[in-house]
């Protein structure tokens, strides 16, 4: 038993904080309701910022955009089955890589290009209990399959309607990077045949689940 009056050393753990004013007082009886608002009501909830919009979408104008148009390849003639409007900039790639893709001419200029890797072939994975090259990975051309072409919103209107040229290429070899706006066999450098080409986009061309679409773009392009 430890003497009165004898001074003991404590040692404090000092992964413990401080006590002092720095802590809030605990909220009791009447004014713990208002407490609690008064928190939620001034404390950020998590992710709240997140939800704000990007600072690259707030300025997008109506105006922007592309149409979507589904596109069906058979008898080695083009036509088209389907079209969606897409909200958004269209963002022309630099270059192509070898096999299809599709190209939109208005005029001599093109307005619309892009890479089909995944069309026109159907995969025949490896097969070990079939010996020879039935058993080896092979890819077969299929002769009617469908694909997206992507057209901006501004350049659909009455005046280039008719002038509209949509073409199906086999890319055999192309450059690095592209020429902006050349029509792509007039490009030095490609090796491209030209398999199939949708000329003159006329709303009498077009299925009936498809008119609206264009007709809406036209009216808003007047």
């Keep these: 038993m ?12 000092t992964l413990l904080p401080l006590m002092g004013t720095d802590f809030p007082t605990p909220a009791s009886g009447g004014n ?31 105006s922007e955009g592309y149409l979507r ?19 958004g900039p269209l963002t022309m790639p630099s270059a192509v890589i070898n096999g299809f893709a599709y190209e939109v001419l208005l ?19 490896a097969n070990r209990d079939v010996p020879g090259p039935e058993g080896k990975h092979r890819f077969i051309p299929v002769p009617t399959f469908d694909f ?4 901006p919103k501004t350049q659909i209107s009455e005046v280039n309607l008719p002038n509209l040229a949509i073409l199906l290429h086999n890319v055999r070899n192309a450059p690095d990077r592209l020429v902006p706006g050349a ?13 199939a080409r949708f000329r003159g986009l006329s709303l009498e061309r077009l299925p009936a689940a498809a008119r609206p679409q ?9």
């Design 69 to 87: 148009l589904e596109m069906r390849f058979a008898n080695g003639q083009l036509s088209v089955i389907g079209a969606n409007e897409v909200p």
């Design 183 to 195: 029509a792509l066999q007039e490009q030095s450098g490609v090796e491209t045949a030209e398999v």
């Design 2 to 13: 430890e003497a009165v009056g004898q001074v003991k050393t404590v040692l404090r753990n």
């Design 107 to 125: 005029g001599d200029q093109q307005i619309a290009l892009g890479s089909l890797p995944d069309v026109g072939l159907r995969r025949a994975f």
């Design 32 to 62: 713990l309701m208002t407490n609690v608002q008064e928190i939620a009501q001034t404390t950020p909830r998590p992710g709240h910022d997140l939800q704000k919009p990007r600072s690259d979408q707030a300025g997008t104008s109506p």
């Design 214 to 222: 264009f007709e809406k773009i036209m009216r808003e392009n007047r």
């Design 148 to 151: 997206f072409v992507r057209i």
